[in-house]
């Protein structure tokens, strides 16, 4: 929100002046960060990616619980019967009666629970006892180091790097679209400016010939042709402030402002590429282009995927055990203890395991095809996108020299209309030319920019 106010300071001062506001790129690109939709989405739903892996994370956990309670017990049935089998507590109650607490800690492969009577009301003929109880279990193997759980948080880690890298690409393409959105708006400043510059001249030549005309040393053909270049000139003008309120309205949709915010952005620096080759150009983008980066962590996952169907096909080991005591208040003590491991080993499936391992191998198989053709497609954009830019470049050099030809060429028939070897039609159309000339050059210049930033955007910048 700071960095938002900061860069809407200059709309609200110059609101408060009257004056119109100047925004500069980097503080269009800050508004937009801060304030602008877009990336208030991606921001979410990176969050909602990270909670998630949280919740993965927390599944693989150990937990803790605990309980309290009291059973009651009563033996009934033929007394003969109910010492056969009976637990330590009681020669007269199967089960231990009274107050118990007990600890649970749990995990996808280990448990370790502790149970306890602290006071087992004595049967006849008995004194007070306690009885304590501690069992566990730990899984060695299942298939995956670390269990099926473990695998989970593995790859919802690639998930959320996945995540966090398509939201990082998703944050370019918006700066990338809010520069574009810059640049264009500033092409349609300098492209009113120039309309306004040749309506004047255009008006001047026309105050010219009608002077001119009311002297008859002008046809009527001739202040015909200087009406309407005037209108024209005049329709140029309308047409350029319309572009320039609708590339204004998209800017401030970026930015998160009002459509009817009336401002002006700063003249910027062309933008520039960081390389001097097509070579180093497509080095960068195979280096930096997040698509990549995410078929290398599909890799990953479907590789998860494969260890964990091949584990189906081994073994599971395990190991179990537990001592249970019982105190009499008297100070006797007496326990039992026992210790066991084992093993699980598939032996018939009906091939299901091999079905999973080779589902699994031929998805590692299509994205490592699918990433050589990314590869492949990239080269291809960046290549065309650098041609384009050096086009764009000598079409910009063409439009320049176009322009000047044009203006000189204005000035030496102006000359010799004035000395009379050139005619009024002819100094007509060379303000027409030079004007065209000048609208292209201007044209010509925006196409180097957007040029320059697709091929910048292409590379991953």
């Known amino acids: 929100m700071i960095v938002m106010m900061a860069a809407l300071i200059p709309l609200m001062a110059a609101g408060a002046q009257g004056a119109v506001p100047t925004l500069s790129l980097s503080q269009a690109i800050d508004a937009a960060l801060?304030?602008?939709?877009?990336?208030?989405?991606?921001?979410?739903?990176?969050?909602?990616?990270?909670?998630?892996?949280?919740?993965?994370?927390?599944?693989?956990?150990?937990?803790?619980?605990?309980?309290?309670?009291?059973?009651?017990?009563?033996?009934?049935?033929?007394?003969?019967?109910?010492?056969?089998?009976?637990?330590?507590?009681?020669?007269?109650?199967?089960?231990?009666?009274?107050?118990?607490?007990?600890?649970?800690?749990?995990?996808?492969?280990?448990?370790?629970?502790?149970?306890?009577?602290?006071?087992?009301?004595?049967?006849?003929?008995?004194?007070?006892?306690?009885?304590?109880?501690?069992?566990?279990?730990?899984?060695?193997?299942?298939?995956?180091?670390?269990?099926?759980?473990?695998?989970?948080?593995?790859?919802?880690l690639l998930t959320l790097s996945g995540k966090e890298i398509a939201t990082d690409a998703?944050?370019?393409?918006?700066?990338?679209?809010?520069?574009?959105?810059?640049y264009t708006m500033l092409s349609a400043q300098r492209t009113l400016d120039l309309n306004k510059q040749i309506l004047d001249k255009q008006n001047a030549v026309l105050k010219q010939?009608?002077?001119?005309?009311?002297?008859?040393?002008?046809?009527?053909?001739?202040?015909?042709?200087?009406?309407?270049?005037?209108?024209?000139?005049?329709?140029?003008?309308?047409?350029?402030?319309?572009?320039?309120?609708?590339?204004?309205?998209?800017?401030?949709?970026?930015?998160?402002?009002?459509?009817?915010?009336?401002?002006?952005?700063?003249?910027?620096e062309d933008p520039s590429i960081p390389v001097s080759t097509v070579e180093e150009a497509v080095a960068q983008g195979l280096s930096r282009r997040a698509d990549l980066k995410q078929f290398a962590l599909s890799v990953r996952s479907s590789a998860i995927d494969l260890a964990l169907a091949k584990g189906q096909g081994t073994p599971t080991i395990s190991l179990n055990g537990g001592v249970n005591f019982l105190l009499d208040w008297d100070g006797v003590a007496a326990g039992t203890a026992n210790a066991g491991v084992k093993v699980s080993l598939p032996i018939l499936d009906a091939g299901g395991v091999q079905s999973q391992v080779t589902a699994a191998q031929k998805q590692i198989d299509a994205s490592t095809v699918q990433e050589t053709q990314l590869r492949k497609g990239i080269i291809t954009t960046i290549q065309n996108d650098w041609d384009n830019v050096q086009l764009a470049k000598e079409r910009l050099t063409l439009a320049q020299l176009t322009a000047d030809t044009n203006e000189l060429q204005l000035k030496i028939v102006t000359a010799q209309r004035d000395n009379g070897t050139a005619s009024n039609q002819d100094m007509l159309t060379a303000a027409v030319n030079a004007a065209n000339a000048e609208d292209g050059l201007a044209t010509a210049r925006s196409a180097v920019q957007l040029a320059t930033l697709l091929l910048l955007n292409a590379m991953g910048y």
Not at 72 to 100: H, V
Not at 103 to 129: C, K
Not at 170 to 182: C, D, G
């Open 34 to 156: 801060a304030n602008g939709d877009d990336n208030k989405v991606l921001q979410d739903n990176l969050d909602v990616a990270r909670a998630q892996h949280a919740l993965n994370v927390s599944k693989d956990s150990l937990t803790l619980a605990g309980s309290a309670g009291y059973t009651y017990a009563t033996p009934f049935g033929t007394t003969s019967l109910l010492g056969l089998g009976l637990p330590i507590a009681s020669a007269a109650s199967p089960s231990p009666q009274g107050g118990t607490a007990g600890l649970a800690l749990s995990g996808p492969l280990t448990t370790v629970a502790v149970s306890a009577y602290p006071w087992i009301p004595p049967s006849a003929g008995a004194d007070n006892t306690s009885s304590l109880g501690i069992t566990a279990s730990q899984t060695l193997w299942n298939g995956y180091p670390g269990g099926p759980t473990q695998a989970t948080v593995d790859k919802s």
């Open 209 to 268: 010939l009608q002077q001119i005309y009311a002297l008859k040393l002008a046809s009527l053909v001739d202040l015909k042709s200087a009406e309407l270049n005037a209108q024209v000139a005049q329709v140029g003008v309308d047409s350029a402030q319309h572009d320039l309120r609708f590339a204004r309205i998209a800017l401030a949709t970026y930015m998160g402002v009002s459509a009817d915010q009336i401002f002006a952005v700063a003249d910027a």
């Open 170 to 182: 998703s944050r370019l393409t918006l700066i990338y679209s809010i520069k574009q959105a810059y």
